[in-house]
């Protein structure tokens, strides 16, 4: 069975930093694409960062050079480490593990950041 549980997210100020982390399990994680989605409300779920098995990485245009995305494939985990977070970040952040057979998704954890 797979599971995906994230942890971390919470309320910060604007300006502030937050750090999520996503750990899996059933999933060969090191042979995973990873990647961070998130959903304000009223709005579709959007791509924030993705980092592939080999590491590289990428960003939607709105977090670059603010957030960063890794992993450690010892302990199955990914990371987003979001700085000078502004109120438009808050979201349902979600973890995908896309896999080759299909993608699995978290349950989420909120972001909220005050004005």
């Known amino acids: 069975q797979v599971q995906l549980v994230e942890s971390g997210g919470g309320l910060v100020q604007a300006g502030g930093s937050l750090s999520v982390s996503c750990t899996a399990s059933?999933?060969?994680?090191?042979?995973?694409?990873m990647a961070w989605y998130r959903q304000a409300p009223g709005k579709q779920r959007e791509l924030v960062a993705r980092?592939?098995?080999?590491?590289?990485?990428n960003y939607a245009d709105s977090v670059k050079d603010r957030f960063t995305i890794s992993r450690d494939n010892a302990k199955n985990t990914v990371y987003l480490q979001m700085n000078s977070l502004k109120p438009e970040d808050t979201a349902v952040y979600y973890c995908?593990?896309?896999?080759?057979?299909?993608?699995?998704w978290g349950q989420g954890t909120q972001v909220t950041v005050s004005s």
């Open positions: 995908s593990a896309q896999t080759v057979a299909r993608d699995f």
């Open positions: 980092i592939t098995s080999g590491g590289t990485t």
């Open positions: 059933g999933i060969i994680f090191r042979l995973s694409t």
